[in-house]
Protein backbone atom coordinates (compact mmCIF):
# COMPACT_ATOMS: atom_id res chain seq x y z
CA UNK A 1 0.00 0.00 0.00
CA UNK A 2 0.89 3.86 -0.76
CA UNK A 3 0.89 6.10 1.15
CA UNK A 4 2.79 9.22 0.76
CA UNK A 5 3.24 11.75 4.25
CA UNK A 6 5.00 15.10 4.09
CA UNK A 7 6.99 16.84 6.73
CA UNK A 8 9.34 19.71 6.73
CA UNK A 9 7.03 22.96 5.73
CA UNK A 10 7.46 26.24 8.09
CA UNK A 11 7.53 29.85 7.78
CA UNK A 12 10.30 31.32 6.20
CA UNK A 13 11.70 34.51 4.74
CA UNK A 14 12.24 35.52 1.02
CA UNK A 15 15.55 34.30 -0.31
CA UNK A 16 16.13 31.41 2.34
CA UNK A 17 15.93 27.02 2.03
CA UNK A 18 13.65 24.44 3.03
CA UNK A 19 13.75 21.06 2.65
CA UNK A 20 11.03 18.89 2.37
CA UNK A 21 10.54 15.21 2.93
CA UNK A 22 8.21 12.54 1.67
CA UNK A 23 7.90 9.03 3.54
CA UNK A 24 5.73 5.97 2.64
CA UNK A 25 3.99 5.48 6.13
CA UNK A 26 7.07 4.02 7.34
CA UNK A 27 7.58 1.63 4.53
CA UNK A 28 9.79 1.83 1.42
CA UNK A 29 9.33 4.31 -1.70
CA UNK A 30 7.19 1.17 -3.42
CA UNK A 31 6.35 3.35 -6.38
CA UNK A 32 7.53 3.63 -9.92
CA UNK A 33 8.09 7.43 -9.69
CA UNK A 34 6.85 10.07 -7.07
CA UNK A 35 6.50 13.18 -7.42
CA UNK A 36 5.58 17.19 -5.37
CA UNK A 37 3.23 19.38 -6.36
CA UNK A 38 1.93 22.74 -4.81
CA UNK A 39 -1.22 24.91 -4.57
CA UNK A 40 -1.79 27.98 -3.77
CA UNK A 41 -4.95 29.97 -2.43
CA UNK A 42 -7.03 30.49 -4.87
CA UNK A 43 -5.36 28.13 -7.35
CA UNK A 44 -5.06 24.94 -9.11
CA UNK A 45 -2.87 22.16 -7.82
CA UNK A 46 0.56 22.64 -9.70
CA UNK A 47 3.60 20.16 -11.13
CA UNK A 48 6.70 20.96 -9.01
CA UNK A 49 8.92 18.26 -10.05
CA UNK A 50 9.19 14.42 -10.41
CA UNK A 51 11.59 11.43 -9.64
CA UNK A 52 11.86 8.07 -11.32
CA UNK A 53 12.54 5.48 -8.70
CA UNK A 54 13.66 3.24 -10.69
CA UNK A 55 15.85 4.70 -12.87
CA UNK A 56 16.56 8.30 -11.36
CA UNK A 57 15.46 10.30 -14.16
CA UNK A 58 14.23 13.71 -13.16
CA UNK A 59 11.87 16.29 -14.25
CA UNK A 60 11.39 20.20 -13.00
CA UNK A 61 8.61 22.86 -13.76
CA UNK A 62 10.96 24.84 -15.83
CA UNK A 63 10.70 28.13 -14.16
CA UNK A 64 11.50 26.48 -11.06
CA UNK A 65 14.68 24.36 -12.05
CA UNK A 66 17.86 25.29 -10.72
CA UNK A 67 16.31 26.51 -7.10
CA UNK A 68 14.45 23.49 -7.09
CA UNK A 69 16.31 19.99 -6.58
CA UNK A 70 14.31 16.78 -5.99
CA UNK A 71 16.07 13.79 -4.54
CA UNK A 72 15.98 10.44 -3.18
CA UNK A 73 17.66 9.24 0.51
CA UNK A 74 17.53 5.85 0.75
CA UNK A 75 18.69 5.62 4.10
CA UNK A 76 15.54 7.16 5.43
CA UNK A 77 13.68 5.82 2.48
CA UNK A 78 11.97 9.47 1.35
CA UNK A 79 11.72 11.82 -1.47
CA UNK A 80 12.99 15.33 -0.60
CA UNK A 81 12.32 18.21 -2.24
CA UNK A 82 15.35 21.05 -1.51
CA UNK A 83 14.28 24.70 -2.20
CA UNK A 84 16.66 27.48 -2.01
CA UNK A 85 16.19 31.11 -2.82
CA UNK A 86 12.54 31.01 -1.64
CA UNK A 87 9.95 33.50 -2.73
CA UNK A 88 6.69 34.84 -1.86
CA UNK A 89 4.89 33.12 -4.96
CA UNK A 90 6.52 29.62 -3.88
CA UNK A 91 4.21 30.11 -0.90
CA UNK A 92 1.43 27.14 -1.19
CA UNK A 93 0.85 23.36 0.22
CA UNK A 94 2.92 21.39 -1.03
CA UNK A 95 1.78 18.21 -1.36
CA UNK A 96 3.91 14.45 -2.14
CA UNK A 97 2.16 12.45 -4.54
CA UNK A 98 3.20 8.70 -5.46
CA UNK A 99 2.21 6.43 -8.56
CA UNK A 100 1.85 2.64 -8.63
CA UNK A 101 4.55 0.07 -8.19
CA UNK A 102 4.93 -0.59 -11.59
CA UNK A 103 3.53 2.53 -13.35
CA UNK A 104 4.70 5.83 -13.38
CA UNK A 105 6.29 8.37 -15.36
CA UNK A 106 8.25 11.99 -14.53
CA UNK A 107 6.85 13.41 -17.20
CA UNK A 108 2.87 12.90 -15.93
CA UNK A 109 2.53 16.49 -14.65
CA UNK A 110 -1.28 16.71 -14.27
CA UNK A 111 -2.41 15.62 -10.97
CA UNK A 112 -4.74 13.34 -12.32
CA UNK A 113 -2.36 11.14 -13.21
CA UNK A 114 -0.84 10.50 -9.87
CA UNK A 115 -3.22 7.77 -7.52
CA UNK A 116 -1.66 8.38 -4.02
CA UNK A 117 -1.49 12.06 -2.41
CA UNK A 118 -0.18 12.65 1.06
CA UNK A 119 -1.72 15.49 3.14
CA UNK A 120 0.45 18.61 2.10
CA UNK A 121 2.62 20.77 4.24
CA UNK A 122 1.89 24.39 4.33
CA UNK A 123 5.24 26.34 3.37
CA UNK A 124 5.16 30.62 3.54
CA UNK A 125 7.66 32.63 2.73
CA UNK A 126 7.36 36.08 3.88
CA UNK A 127 9.01 39.59 3.67
Known amino acids: QVQPVESGGGLVQIGDSLGLSCANSGRGLTSAAMAWFRQAPGKEREFVAALNLIDNWTNYEDSLRGRFTISRDDAKNTLNLQMNRLKAEDTAVYYC????????????????????WGQGTQVTVSS
Open 97 to 116: AASEPRRGSVWDTSPYQWPY
